[in-house]
Structures are given as structure tokens and as C-alpha cells.
């Protein structure tokens, strides 16, 4: 189990990780998400003694990274593809790790096998390696010592769709025979379909966690009418917020079947009537993050804003 407790860290006058509380737990994977300057690898960075926190703690098994005494049996770390020896094979890669580990000399023909490497790659020198059989590699790595705790930084960056779902798949068995994986990513629909749990983080705090079923059941309803304003004063007479988007689309935290009695009641007809996680991820993440997110919007937007 994963356990950090008010983790912060301060660079001068800016705090990169502000007082970030949460855990991840074995046989779950857990999701960590949020825009780009977020926090997540300072975060990771500091679970595995790689960054010194300014304060609170990150433990491992009730331990810090520092105190474990041969890491890599007890956590895999991947939190950047691309800082391996460029010119040493990747087969010269895995075998350093597996003496200094003290494994049998088979462990790296083992994950070699296991992130389908070919020979012809395992000699090759990793400069000339794509980013794709980089995050293998860099799996492998993190797999080799069997540890029961994955933390790995945006593994599917550089994976075509194919060795996104072996990633996928292999992350799932890992936690399904009760490994514990803390997997960050900005690929929301990957996220969303092998996540457990969920931790968002925006400007360095964290704005909501929970699990999966929880966080997107709470996004609430979204409902079109053709007399939309009609029915968002009758939702807001029965007690209940209700917001109108510029399009027309109404949200509110009011089941589905609530506004849906609520319209018949107002005599209005409904065009559409969802609940909002039926968007999925993407539109809970963006609505929980939108204080963080950068200026994406067009000159036409801005024109009519």
C-alpha cells in the first residue's frame, strides 16, 4: 500500500505539491490525474526519494523508499522512458538491474518475454530504440524484481494502440493477484478503463478522489429541452442548483429520473436526458480541473465570451 500524507514541496516562493494527502491499494489500480504542471511527477518524484519534500511523508508498505532495503523487490519505478544508458542494449540494461537486485540470471530473459522484445532488440543499443520499446524496456525494468508496488509515470506514451491494450492487460493481472499500481497518465480513456480509483490533482492540491463509480456518479445529470430556461427555473424551484451552458445544455446534481418528473410536471418536453457519466472521464476531469487548464479556446470563442 501507497500512503502519502501532507506532501508538500516549495521551490522559493512557488509550491509545486501543496499539502497532497491520499493512498493507493493493493490489488486496485489507481488512477493519478491532472493537467500538465499539475504536480504528479514532483509527487511521484517524491515517493521515490528522487525530489526531498519540503514536508509530510510518502511510505511504501508503512516505509519510505529510502528505508527499503533492495528497492527494486518491493517497488517497480518507471517515471521517464527516456533516462536509460543510450548506448548500452537493452538486454545490458536488464541484466545490471537483475545483479544488482541479486536475481537469477533467467529474470531477464523472463521480462524480455514478458514486453515481447525480440532478440535482434534486446541488442540493440537503446539510442536507436523508439519510445514505444523504450516504456517496454522501462517495464521491464520496474517488473523484474517481482515488487508488489507499480508507480509509473505516463507508461503508454510513444505505445501504438496495440501495445496500449498488452499495457493495459498487463497492468489489470498485476492487480488482479493483488500487486498495487499508482499509474499516471493523460490518456483519459486508458485511464478510465483499467482505473480503480481515482486521485485529481490541479495546481498542486488535490481536488477530488475516490473511486471510479464514485467520482463520475457525482457528476450529475445533463438534460436538453426545447424550453430550456423553463425547466431550469422549475429544477431550481424544487431547492436545486441547475447551470445553462451557452449551448443550451443544462446541468444539474438532480438524478436523471428527478428532472425527468420535474419536466413533466413543468409541461416540458426533453430532447435529451442522461446522466453525466455517461460522457465518461474526459468531462469530469475538465470540469474539476478548469481553474488549471491552459487557454485552449479559439479566437472565435474568445470573440463571443
Same mark, same amino acid.
Given at each position: 500500500?501507497?500512503? +502519502?500524507?501532507?506532501?508538500?514541496?516549495?521551490?522559493?516562493?512557488?509550491?509545486?505539491?501543496? #499539502?497532497?494527502?491520499?493512498?493507493?491499494?493493493?490489488?486496485?489500480?489507481?488512477?493519478?490525474?491532472?493537467?500538465?504542471?499539475?504536480?504528479?511527477?514532483?509527487?511521484?518524484?517524491?515517493?521515490?526519494?528522487?525530489?526531498?519534500?519540503?514536508?509530510?511523508?510518502?511510505? *511504501?508498505?508503512?516505509?519510505?523508499?529510502?528505508?527499503?532495503?533492495?528497492?527494486?523487490?518491493?517497488?517497480?519505478?518507471?517515471? #521517464?522512458?527516456?533516462?536509460?544508458?543510450?548506448?548500452?542494449?537493452?538486454?545490458?540494461?536488464?541484466? =545490471?538491474?537483475?545483479?544488482?537486485?541479486?536475481?537469477?540470471?533467467?529474470?531477464?530473459?523472463?521480462?524480455?518475454?514478458?514486453?515481447?522484445?525480440?532478440?535482434?532488440?534486446?541488442?540493440?543499443?537503446?539510442?536507436?530504440?523508439?519510445?514505444?520499446?523504450? %516504456?517496454?524496456?522501462? =517495464?521491464?525494468?520496474?517488473?523484474?524484481?517481482?515488487?508488489?508496488?507499480?508507480?509509473?509515470?505516463?507508461?503508454?506514451?510513444?505505445? #501504438?494502440?496495440?501495445? =496500449?491494450?498488452?499495457?493495459?492487460?498487463?497492468?489489470?493481472?498485476?492487480?488482479?493477484?493483488?500487486?498495487?499500481?499508482?499509474?499516471?497518465?493523460?490518456?483519459?480513456?486508458? =485511464?478510465?478503463?483499467?482505473?480503480?480509483?481515482? +486521485?485529481?490533482?490541479?495546481?498542486?492540491?488535490?481536488?477530488? %478522489?475516490?473511486?471510479?463509480?464514485?467520482?463520475?456518479?457525482?457528476?450529475?445529470?445533463?438534460?436538453?429541452?426545447?424550453?430550456?430556461?423553463?425547466?431550469?427555473?422549475? *429544477?431550481?424551484?424544487?431547492? %436545486?442548483?441547475?447551470?445553462?451552458?451557452?449551448?443550451?445544455?443544462?446541468?444539474?446534481?438532480?438524478?436523471?429520473?428527478?428532472?425527468?418528473? *420535474?419536466?413533466? #410536471?413543468?409541461?416540458?418536453?426533453?430532447?435529451?436526458?442522461?446522466?453525466?457519466?455517461?460522457?465518461?472521464?474526459?468531462?469530469?476531469?475538465?470540469?474539476?480541473?478548469?481553474?488549471? %487548464?491552459?487557454?485552449?479556446?479559439?479566437?472565435?470563442?474568445?470573440?463571443?465570451?
Amino acid at each position: 500500500m501507497i500512503t +502519502v500524507e501532507s506532501l508538500t514541496k516549495t521551490y522559493g516562493g512557488f509550491t509545486a505539491v501543496d #499539502d497532497v494527502s491520499f493512498s493507493a491499494r493493493a490489488g486496485r489500480v489507481t488512477g493519478f490525474l491532472g493537467p500538465n504542471g499539475a504536480g504528479k511527477s514532483t509527487t511521484m518524484r517524491m515517493m521515490v526519494g528522487l525530489t526531498s519534500p519540503t514536508s509530510g511523508t510518502a511510505t *511504501i508498505s508503512g516505509r519510505s523508499f529510502a528505508d527499503l532495503p533492495n528497492p527494486g523487490l518491493e517497488v517497480g519505478v518507471l517515471l #521517464d522512458a527516456s533516462a536509460q544508458h543510450a548506448g548500452r542494449t537493452g538486454r545490458e540494461i536488464l541484466g =545490471i538491474a537483475q545483479r544488482t537486485m541479486g536475481l537469477p540470471k533467467g529474470r531477464v530473459e523472463e521480462m524480455l518475454h514478458k514486453v515481447s522484445l525480440t532478440d535482434a532488440e534486446a541488442e540493440r543499443r537503446v539510442k536507436n530504440y523508439s519510445l514505444g520499446m523504450r %516504456q517496454r524496456l522501462g =517495464i521491464a525494468t520496474a517488473l523484474i524484481g517481482d515488487p508488489e508496488v507499480l508507480i509509473l509515470d505516463e507508461p503508454a506514451n510513444g505505445l #501504438d494502440p496495440a501495445g =496500449i491494450r498488452w499495457m493495459r492487460d498487463l497492468l489489470r493481472e498485476y492487480a488482479d493477484k493483488g500487486g498495487t499500481v499508482l499509474l499516471s497518465s493523460h490518456l483519459l480513456h486508458e =485511464i478510465e478503463v483499467i482505473a480503480d480509483d481515482l +486521485v485529481v490533482i490541479g495546481n498542486g492540491r488535490i481536488v477530488a %478522489q475516490g473511486t471510479k463509480a464514485e467520482l463520475l456518479a457525482a457528476a450529475g445529470t445533463v438534460v436538453r429541452a426545447d424550453r430550456a430556461l423553463d425547466l431550469a427555473a422549475a *429544477i431550481r424551484g424544487t431547492g %436545486q442548483t441547475c447551470n445553462l451552458d451557452p449551448d443550451g445544455t443544462l446541468r444539474t446534481e438532480v438524478d436523471a429520473a428527478q428532472v425527468g418528473r *420535474i419536466a413533466l #410536471d413543468a409541461g416540458v418536453a426533453l430532447t435529451e436526458l442522461r446522466s453525466a457519466d455517461g460522457a465518461g472521464l474526459e468531462e469530469m476531469f475538465l470540469e474539476l480541473t478548469a481553474e488549471t %487548464q491552459r487557454e485552449t479556446r479559439t479566437h472565435t470563442e474568445r470573440t463571443a465570451a
